[in-house]
């Protein structure tokens, strides 16, 4: 048995990366579609406001960061939908005030500087068995909403306003993204770390969009570079010893650019074949 | 039924298809249509022409309960836009989706086959797109030849037939489309007009279109309705007169208005 399987922190690491592979390239498509990628690292800022407020008065920071990422996705899109603020502005407004409220209660707990740092950074040692389970439940949710939602989503993504004449209840489904993003943000940061967690639900998808064409092929293109950026990026992490987020995204990005070397070098041999 | 079988327009209850009853709307101070009462009667190929922000496109809006009025009250089919469900039965083009400008991956076939769908469509991941009513949408079209290729890689004038094939796979009584020939070549421009003519002459389609061409809007459009916030002039194109649509514009049209030009309708 490889050397990597044979702690139980790790099999859990490797199982949790898997999961958050899998589940936030899954809905980050329908993000980086609707040039929303912003959102991510808003959610993972207000997360992190949760994480601190959980520590702070010595609740599950897992379960105050859920609740936390959850009401900031839904005040993100309620100030968006409902035209009080473009997008970008209200997204920046709620990202700085979880941000200060965050660095605030910090500065007034003291002595929890090295778990807030493997929530920053991700940590292989902290996933728990709770953090898996938790994963494993948001999986079967996020699976069963994209598997029912997936061409409304994707017709909202495509033009919100058609997606409206074509009876798609845009509002609902916006707001059930925002959320479940939340929630995959928030279960993602033991593995991935609050400060990357948000590449991971864009950079897959942008590997994806660049190798694959139609919906459904990059919408599987992109999961699968997820699951591999996170797994290999664990490997790597345990054996070279690395900050586990770090090579988890550096990983998903060298997936990119080989899939920008792939699209060159096929359109260089298409140009060849119409030239001859 | 299939898209080219015949298109029952059946109007609401009182005849038409599509109604503004003294609608008003505000985009925050600015007013951008001010008391506009109209009718689109069933197989009317009805034109809204108007300068830059004479509230076309606001108005298509409010016709597709995209934007809900600040006043009056809009009826599609004879219901109040804001409770209208039967979306099947209304088609819509617009101008520009914002997918052309992120490199959205869909190919022409699955963007089509999303037109197809009324409501929400529980696991239609697990549909193919290449189905009949699509081919034949893109077919009235002629675009079957891209139906493998992504919208982003396709001309403006290529795209805006596949939106125009997007609505028509519903075999909508309404179709509504707000400056589909912008930025599209001459060429490009006949072909689009042409299909319309048909499906309103040969189908019975109800079609409604903002438009800044105005010789080709004489020329096709069954009605004309010149907008300049308010509803200034409605009626068929041959009584409109150079003068109004000079005073529309605030510069001298020259427009070319003649029987022979009509001698399709």
């Known amino acids: 048995m490889p050397a990597i399987l044979q702690y139980d922190f790790m099999i859990r690491a490797l199982i949790g990366g898997a999961l958050v592979g899998i589940l936030a390239p899954a809905l980050g498509m329908f993000i980086v579609l609707r040039r929303f990628s912003l959102i991510a690292e808003t959610l993972s800022h207000v997360a992190l406001m949760g994480v601190a407020i959980g520590m702070a008065t010595r609740t599950m920071p897992s379960l105050t960061a859920l609740g936390a990422a959850s009401v900031g996705a839904i005040i993100v899109e309620q100030l968006r ?70 061409v409304d989503l994707a017709q909202i993504a495509f033009d ?20 479940l993003t939340g929630a995959v943000i928030t279960l993602s940061m033991r593995v991935v770390g609050v400060l990357l967690v948000g590449a991971m639900l864009v950079v897959p998808v942008l590997v994806g969009l660049r190798v694959a064409k139609g919906l459904r092929a990059t919408f ?54 119409h030239k001859v | 039924m299939l898209l080219l079988s015949g298109v029952a327009a059946n109007g609401g209850v009182n005849g038409s298809v599509l109604e503004w009853e003294r609608v008003t709307f505000h985009y925050g101070v600015g007013l951008a249509v001010d008391d506009v009462s109209l009718r689109v009667e069933a197989g009317e190929f009805a034109a809204v022409l108007g300068p830059n922000g004479s509230g076309k496109s606001t108005l ?30 209304v088609g819509y083009v617009p101008q520009v989706v914002s997918a052309v400008w992120s490199g959205f991956p869909a190919t022409v076939t699955e963007t089509v086959a999303h037109g197809a769908y009324r409501g929400t469509a529980p696991l239609a991941i697990f549909r193919r797109s290449e189905r009949p ?3 034949e949408a893109l077919e009235a079209v002629s675009m079957t030849h891209v139906k493998s290729k992504r919208l982003s890689e396709l001309s403006l004038g290529q795209q805006q037939r596949v939106l125009l094939a997007r609505a028509l796979v519903r075999n909508p009584e309404l179709l509504v489309l707000d400056e589909p020939a912008a930025g599209i070549d001459v060429s490009g421009e006949e072909q689009l007009y042409t299909v319309l003519r048909d499906l309103n002459r040969d189908r019975g389609l109800t079609i409604v279109l ?15 309705c010149c907008m300049n916030c308010s509803l200034v002039k409605h009626g068929p194109p041959h009584e409109l007169t150079s003068d109004e649509l000079a005073a529309l514009y605030g510069l001298p049209v020259d427009a070319l208005i003649h029987d022979a030009l009509h001698e399709h309708r």
């Open chain 1, 220 to 273: 599987a293109a992109s999961i699968a570079a997820g699951a591999i950026s996170a797994i290999a990026g664990l490997v790597a992490s345990f054996y070279l010893d690395l900050a586990a987020g770090g090579a988890i995204v550096l990983t998903a990005i060298l997936l990119l650019v080989l899939a920008n070397i792939w699209v060159q070098l096929r359109k260089a041999a298409a140009a060849a074949v």
């Open chain 2, 60 to 89: 298509i809006k409010l016709a597709l309960g995209i934007l809900r009025p600040t006043g009056g009250s809009v009826r599609l089919f004879g219901q109040e836009v804001g409770g209208f469900n039967d979306w099947g039965r």
């Open chain 2, 133 to 135: 009513d699509v081919l």
């Open chain 1, 160 to 179: 919100d306003d058609l997606a409206r004449v074509n009876g798609v209840p845009v509002g609902a489904l916006n707001l059930a993204l925002a959320v």
């Open chain 1, 81 to 150: 939908s409902r035209g009080r603020l473009p997008g970008d502005v209200a997204m920046a407004v709620v990202l700085y005030t979880a941000l200060a409220v965050a660095v605030v209660v910090i500065s007034f707990a003291e002595g929890f500087n090295v778990d807030l740092f493997s929530f920053l950074f991700g940590s292989i040692l902290s996933v728990s068995p709770l953090d898996l389970w938790l994963l494993a439940g948001l999986a079967a949710v996020v699976v069963v909403f994209v598997g029912v939602f997936f």
């Open chain 2, 210 to 224: 903002v438009s800044h061409d105005i010789g080709a809007m004489l020329r096709e459009a069954s009605t004309v």
